[in-house]
């Protein structure tokens, strides 16, 4: 008998889930994508994680193949 009314609070959450919108802030989200700074700025602070020489492996093995 359990497991019709576990499955039952199971749709419940999901459709729950589904039919949630919450608020949008429009004007934050229209001043990201408008924004004059560019993006490459967040990426700088990750460039050091980046390994280059990945890039050159790939290079010479398209050139010994």
Same mark, same amino acid.
């Given at each position: 008998?359990?497991?019709?009314?576990?499955?039952?609070?199971?749709?419940?959450?999901?459709? $729950?889930?589904?039919?949630?919108?919450? +608020?949008?802030?429009? @004007?934050?989200? /229209?001043? #990201?994508?408008?924004?004059?700074?560019?993006?490459?700025?967040?990426? $700088?602070?990750?460039?050091?994680?980046? +390994?280059?020489?990945? @890039?050159?492996? /790939?290079? #010479?093995?398209?050139?010994?193949?």
């Amino acid at each position: 008998m359990g497991r019709g009314r576990q499955k039952a609070k199971h749709t419940k959450v999901a459709r $729950d889930l589904k039919y949630y919108s919450p +608020d949008t802030n429009y @004007s934050a989200l /229209a001043n #990201e994508l408008h924004s004059s700074t560019p993006a490459s700025s967040e990426l $700088d602070k990750w460039a050091e994680y980046v +390994d280059d020489d990945e @890039s050159e492996d /790939a290079d #010479e093995e398209s050139r010994t193949a």
